[in-house]
């Protein structure tokens, strides 16, 4: 099969890697395991148009995405659109997706599970029409988000403290905001500091992500208003992946919701896969079951009905 590889050179591992001796490692692992791959080193602003070129090719079988969180989101919509399979190489700070398909964090051994990996379904989920893999969230994740970008950093690690320097700055401040909601359960109305919803239901005991990928559910997490302790304490929660068992946040799993925001600000953002983009007036989130063709490691068939039998065809 003939793999192209759009690698974010601004990608949180790239900045420091020797893209060179990356390229050529990736050739001879994935020529060991009878394939090819065209590697194409872009700058974050390029990997958008450089996907979609790749995706619109002649004789480009799977889709291969380097970079952080905010890359392989944007590489998941254009597979999602196009119809072309996605391999996830984990080249960011968090990694998300790569986590939930279980793909290894570490370069090498990342490059040699996408070459003997296998295909299979991931569910995609929409915001409004626009794809995401892991997560739609508005109040306090949006907060962060925008207080960390305001910040320099120039590398992962940098990114990281940028970060918690940013929850720091949020706990002093706490968002406080209703939204209306409708589920398959009917029209509620809350007030939170908080409103996450997930590409399937996040797992226990780790930083948030998914731990599968094919259940067709969405999760559905709501924080309550809190105080500037009680929002601490939550943070420190979700670090740990204990925050299920804090007492002012509640979930529920759902295919569809619509969030309606009766006083929401011109200026009021929301966050989508780790990017920031303007809060609508009414948001429409969907599932879309198995909808992404992804390249997972070989022996996820045992743990998911949502896999293609074999391994990639050479």
Not at 39 to 50: I, K, L, N, Q, S
Not at 131 to 151: N, S, Y
Not at 190 to 214: K, L, Q
């Amino acid at each position: 099969m003939h793999f192209v590889a759009v690698l974010n050179k601004n990608g949180g591992t790239f900045r420091t890697t020797d893209m060179a001796a990356f390229r050529q490692e990736a050739v001879a692992v994935f020529a060991r395991h009878g394939h090819t791959i065209d590697c194409r080193v872009v700058a974050g602003g390029e990997v958008t148009e450089a996907l979609e070129v790749a995706a619109d090719e002649e004789g480009v079988d799977v889709l291969l995405a380097g970079g952080g969180d905010g890359t392989i989101s944007t590489a998941a919509e254009v597979a999602f659109r196009t119809g072309k399979p996605l391999a996830v190489l984990p080249a960011g700070t968090m990694n998300l997706f790569a986590r939930t398909l279980g793909i290894p964090l570490a370069l090498s051994d990342a490059l040699e599970t996408l070459a003997g990996g296998q295909f299979g379904r991931a569910d995609i989920a929409t915001a409004n029409g626009r794809p995401f893999v892991h997560q739609f969230g508005v109040g306090v994740h949006a907060r962060l988000v925008r207080i960390r970008d305001g910040l320099t950093y120039h590398s992962r690690i940098g990114k990281m403290l940028a970060s918690v320097r940013a929850v720091g700055a949020t706990i002093l401040r706490p968002p406080r905001f209703v939204a209306e909601v409708q589920t398959s359960h009917g029209l509620e109305k809350w007030e939170a500091s908080g409103i996450e919803i997930s590409n399937n239901p996040v797992g226990d005991w780790h930083i948030p992500y998914a731990d599968t990928h094919d259940r067709g559910v969405l999760g559905v997490y709501v924080a309550k208003p809190m105080s500037e302790w009680a929002l601490a304490k939550l943070m420190v929660a979700v670090l740990f992946g204990h925050w299920r068992t804090h007492p002012d946040v509640s979930e529920q799993e759902v295919r569809e919701v619509v969030l309606t925001f009766p006083r929401r600000k011109r200026s009021a953002q929301a966050v989508i896969d780790g990017e920031l983009i303007p809060l609508e007036p009414r948001v429409e989130l969907k599932i879309h079951p198995a909808a992404l063709t992804v390249i997972v490691p070989v022996g996820s068939l045992e743990r998911s009905g949502a896999l293609v039998d074999g391994g990639l065809p050479q």
